[in-house]
């Protein structure tokens, strides 16, 4: 009797997941960062705080802002929202899953961006504006990037489908796939690009000429700075997440496989368990990456994201030559 | 037996020689190693020309009318130009052009390149022909920049990268070949000898001989000099020492050709379509054409007759490509009547620049006053290759115009444009050269006179009248070219 | 499934050497690219290693061998020599941007690819569809060659394009008869003699390993 509401409450879970663990895997991934410079941290759970105080702040409107700055948070973190309820991050069995594919995926993330694009511009700044433009190169080579890599995916599972694609990867024959390499090496590359990470961005960097992201959100102060500050987070936390769906989807709830078998919230836990523990491994991984790379110089930053591209599409061509 | 008599001369003669050095007597030793060469290549004629084709060294080596006239030529040609390079060489080398390591690498390197060519011809193995092209190449590439001006290292460097090049691709139709042929013949060393290919051509997977012969067409035709694939050519030609500009004018373009039409003939049979000689009659004509019209642009006289190479190279390509017994016959006698007259006239050239010390043409004048063999030589050389009768070259061009009328008619005009442009560029360049008074800066020189009358006393002959054992001959190699 | 499991490392191997190929392609400094170019002959080699033992051809145990001592140690190596005692300069100029490259080596691939596809439909073989990687290796390396202007590169794009024949030769048929394996071995060999002299030898008549010295030669004069 109870069944029919499952879909609902793993949907439900989900979103919440999305929402409240965000912030906890940045804190993992500062915490690990400061530990692996030898600083002391300010713990797991700053950015939770960090989020609290900034709702609790005034909200500094510049005067020449139109309404579109004002809207912009909300859209962006809406979209984001949007899009972590359809990655099935705990469970295959989330129902909004079905109603949009990889594509309307990529979409979402886009709207994000254009919003964001939009309200660093229309303050009025020129770190705006220059945020602004940059992010655009960037996503202008990012996401055919972004696309070719996850439609690599469809291809060997034969469907754009999330859920689709994730059960067809959890459930066949172990085979080594040299696409679904490439296509995980372009699309690493493509969410240290979207997600603001080092070699293109640095997220903690407030110096003026090196920023692209926080000097779109320069102007924003109060909720609306915590909501964009939660929706960067949840995108880090989304991009993660997909990677682990598409290319290390054991353990995801609902698909029948030999870890997680259970459709039911039965399978509930055992699914939080290992995202918590891939997660964890994934923010160890953007560590290294970041420790272990230098920001690069903007100019060079359409090459970085041309070999994504270039990978992407080998592991394309591979799929056709090789399997 | 024979055989192995005579790859090792070539191979004790290149050990030999490097070891002599630039001692007096080593010129002698080039020479008597190609003699030797020479004589035992025609002890395994008559034995072809009386037995038919035989197989040797436990199916190694397989000879037929077609590549023992070839092995003939060519160790004839090496005899001749070994003959040549002794006075030649020795003027460069007490005018200080090469010096003591210079000698003894070009003697040593000259012996290894006739074996190269030797082998690649006699070999019953693709996989050995690719190998023995390909030492060809790299036994000449050092030869090429012997001189060391930034020119010749240019030039040398040129060859070695884009007959490299090319000449991967061949190996890439080798590997093809053998996996077409590999499903029919088995695994094993059996998969790549002509004789067994041949023998089960018409089983052979057509779709992958034909993607085979493409490969083979740009490896093989890069050496043959064809256009597209023939920038390195005049360049490797005008910049080594003249010998070298002979031998590899007159035989190695001929080797390189030989593998060619080989392939064509198996692939044609494995097709059952004539796809393959079509391919050739078209990078043939573009052959002819295009250096006919570089001719008129050429002021390096070694440069010059590179380019006629070319053109001629293209003829017999062009010729191979038609098929048919009277194009076949027309592309075998071609092969061999440019062999010897391209050799003499580069004997001349080199004679005519060391005079004038410069290969300049706009320098270089009066050679009939001031050396009657050097300037007569040019003359009836160029007259020969430009295709007058009563030459050789005549002859044989003749019977390819013959058969392209009956076969392809609307490709006439095209040859026959190629042929006259090179006619009217080679006679408005050599005249000059040739008549006229002798410039102050002419030197005396005595040239190496039995090699350049022996070679166009031939062509002569060949021209007037063709023997009945060489015509045979031609005939037997035709029917195996069907 | 035992051989099922071997095509797909040799696939998987494809895919590494196709890598190693573009990575050629893209890389500026000339240390990196020997790297590069050993990388993709110790997959070569084991490509090779992995075929032979799949199938029970000893003698692709030898090529095995034989690339590994040759493109993995003894080539690189010869020209690590080389680089460090002629002084060359460590950055690579390229003609062609590398964006543009790149996509021009995809288009290779591509081209590559269908070339190979009826030889492919007929192949029974376990290492059928990696006919087509090898020859795009040998386009890109070929493509490599045309986009650098150094002596150096040109040679590493030739080796590499070597590369491409060499996996035809192993993937497509098992490798050639042993006769001519030993035979493309020793010619490969006495290549490297012959670029490592050329190399002295352009180095002492230009000054500098730059093919943009060497443009004297034209068609007209």
């Given at each position: 009797m109870t069944g029919q509401f499952y879909p609902a409450i793993i949907e439900g879970v989900q979103v919440a997941t999305v929402l409240l663990a965000a912030p906890l895997l940045v804190g993992w991934v500062r915490a690990l960062k400061c530990w692996s410079q030898g600083r002391s941290t300010a713990g797991l759970f700053q950015p939770y705080r960090d989020i609290l105080r900034l709702f609790s702040k005034d909200i500094v409107l510049a005067e020449n802002a139109s309404w579109v700055f004002r809207a912009a948070p909300y859209v962006v973190f809406g979209a984001t929202l949007m899009a972590g309820a359809i990655i099935p991050v705990i469970s295959v069995k989330a129902p909004l899953a079905a109603t949009a594919d990889v594509i309307a995926l990529v979409a979402l993330f886009a709207i994000a961006r254009f919003f964001t694009a939009l309200a660093g511009m229309d303050a009025g700044t020129a770190f705006g504006g220059m945020g602004s433009s940059r992010e655009m190169m960037v996503a202008s080579l990012a996401e055919p990037a972004l696309l070719m890599s996850v439609f690599t995916v469809s291809l060997v599972t034969r469907s754009t489908s999330i859920t689709e694609m994730v059960r067809v990867l959890s459930t066949g024959p172990f085979v080594l796939r040299p696409s679904l390499a490439f296509a995980f090496l372009s699309f690493a590359i493509i969410a240290m690009a979207e997600t603001g990470r080092v070699p293109v961005d640095n997220p903690s960097t407030h110096l003026e000429l090196t920023m692209i992201h926080e000097a779109m959100i320069l102007e924003y102060s109060g909720r609306h700075l915590a909501l964009m500050e939660w929706a960067g987070m949840m995108k880090l936390f989304l991009f993660s997440s997909l990677a682990i769906a598409l290319f290390f989807p054991w353990g995801i709830a609902g698909m029948g496989g030999w870890l997680a078998g259970t459709a039911g919230l039965a399978g509930l836990p055992a699914a939080f368990f290992f995202l918590a523990l891939k997660l964890a491994l994934a923010g160890v991984a953007i560590v290294f990456v970041e420790t272990g790379l230098a920001k690069m110089r903007i100019f060079r930053v359409p090459e970085f994201l041309g070999t994504a591209f270039i990978l992407a599409t080998l592991g394309m061509l591979s799929y056709f030559m090789l399997e | 037996m024979t055989i192995q008599i005579l790859l090792g001369v070539n191979i004790i003669g290149a050990a030999v020689l490097a070891f002599l050095g630039d001692r007096r007597l080593a010129p002698e030793v080039n020479i008597l190693c190609s003699a030797a060469t020479f004589i035992s290549s025609v002890f395994l004629a008559t034995g072809v020309y009386v037995n038919g084709p035989m197989l040797s060294g436990g199916g190694f080596f397989f000879v037929d009318s077609f590549n023992v006239y070839l092995a003939v030529l060519t160790a004839f040609v090496s005899m001749t130009t070994a003959i040549f390079s002794r006075r030649y060489m020795r003027y460069e080398r007490r005018h200080g052009r090469i010096g003591r390591a210079g000698m003894r690498f070009y003697h040593a390197m000259f012996q290894l390149f006739i074996f190269a060519m030797l082998l690649a011809l006699l070999t019953n193995n693709v996989g050995v022909l690719w190998i023995a092209m390909e030492l060809a190449t790299l036994s000449t590439v050092l030869?090429?920049?012997?001189?060391?001006?930034?020119?010749a290292v240019e030039a040398a460097w040129k060859y070695f990268i884009l007959c490299g090049v090319g000449i991967a691709q061949a190996l890439f139709g080798t590997v093809l070949l053998y996996f077409a042929a590999e499903r029919v013949v088995g695994e094993g060393t059996g998969a790549l000898l002509w004789t067994n290919l041949n023998a089960v051509a018409g089983r052979l997977e057509p779709t992958v001989l034909s993607?085979?012969?493409?490969?083979?067409?740009?490896?093989?035709?890069?050496?043959?000099?064809?256009?597209?694939?023939?920038?390195?050519?005049?360049?490797?030609h005008s910049e080594g020492p003249t010998p070298i500009s002979a031998v590899l004018s007159g035989l190695l373009l001929n080797v390189a050709l030989y593998a060619l039409v080989r392939c064509k003939v198996l692939v044609d049979g494995a097709t059952g379509s004539h796809k393959a000689g079509y391919i050739m009659m078209v990078f043939g004509l573009v052959s002819i054409i295009v250096p006919a019209f570089s001719l008129l642009r050429q002021k390096d006289i070694k440069r010059l007759f590179a380019y006629s190479s070319i053109e001629h190279m293209g003829i017999a390509t062009f010729a191979f490509g038609l098929g048919g017994p009277v194009a076949t016959f027309g592309a075998l006698l071609h092969m061999l009547v440019h062999s010897l007259t391209k050799s003499a006239i580069f004997f001349t050239a080199g004679h005519a620049s060391q005079m004038h010390s410069t290969q300049d043409m706009s320098d270089i004048k009066g050679l009939i006053r001031g050396n009657p063999l050097v300037g007569w030589g040019l003359m009836f050389g160029v007259m020969a290759i430009a295709g007058m009768p009563p030459f050789g070259v005549f002859t044989s061009e003749f019977l390819i115009l013959t058969a392209a009328m009956k076969d392809a008619p609307f490709l006439t005009p095209f040859f026959l444009l190629g042929v006259v442009v090179a006619f009217a560029a080679l006679f408005r360049k050599v005249m000059p050269m040739v008549f006229g008074a002798v410039p102050g800066n002419q030197r005396p020189l005595r040239p190496s006179h039995i090699p350049v009358i022996v070679h166009m006393v031939l062509v002569l002959i060949l021209g007037l009248y063709l023997p009945l054992f060489l015509s045979q001959w031609f005939h037997m190699a035709v029917d195996l070219l069907q | 499934m035992e051989n099922g499991f071997a095509a797909q490392i040799t696939g998987v191997l494809a895919a590494l050497i196709l890598l190693t190929a573009f990575a050629l392609l893209v890389q500026r400094r000339i240390y990196g690219l020997l790297h590069i170019f050993a990388w993709q002959g110790l997959f070569l080699s084991i490509s090779a290693a992995v075929v032979g033992y799949s199938t029970g051809l000893r003698h692709l145990y030898i090529s095995s061998a034989l690339t590994l001592a040759l493109k993995v140690f003894a080539l690189p190596y010869i020209l690590y020599v080389l680089i460090h005692r002629l002084k060359i300069q460590k950055e690579v100029e390229e003609v062609v941007n590398i964006p543009t490259t790149m996509l021009i080596g995809i288009a290779l691939v591509i081209f590559s690819y269908h070339l190979t596809s009826p030889v492919r439909e007929l192949s029974t073989l376990m290492t059928r569809s990696t006919l087509a990687v090898a020859l795009a290796t040998v386009m890109l390396g070929l493509l490599m060659m045309i986009t650098r202007r150094n002596a150096v590169t040109q040679i590493i794009g030739f080796l590499s394009?070597?590369?491409?024949?060499?996996?035809?030769?192993?993937?497509?048929?098992?490798?050639?008869?042993?006769?001519?394996?030993?035979?493309?071995?020793?010619?490969?060999?006495?290549?490297?003699?012959?670029?490592?002299?050329?190399?002295?030898?352009?180095?002492?008549?230009?000054?500098s390993l730059d093919i943009k010295e060497m443009e004297k030669l034209k068609e007209e004069d």
């Open positions: - | 030869l090429v920049s012997l001189y060391r001006t930034p020119s993607l085979a012969f493409v490969f083979f067409m740009v490896g093989y035709g890069t050496k043959v000099g064809l256009v597209p694939l023939h920038n390195w050519l005049p360049d490797a | 394009l070597e590369n491409g024949l060499f996996f035809a030769a192993t993937s497509a048929t098992y490798g050639m008869p042993l006769v001519v394996e030993l035979g493309v071995a020793l010619d490969i060999l006495i290549a490297a003699f012959i670029f490592g002299i050329f190399f002295f030898q352009i180095r002492t008549t230009f000054d």
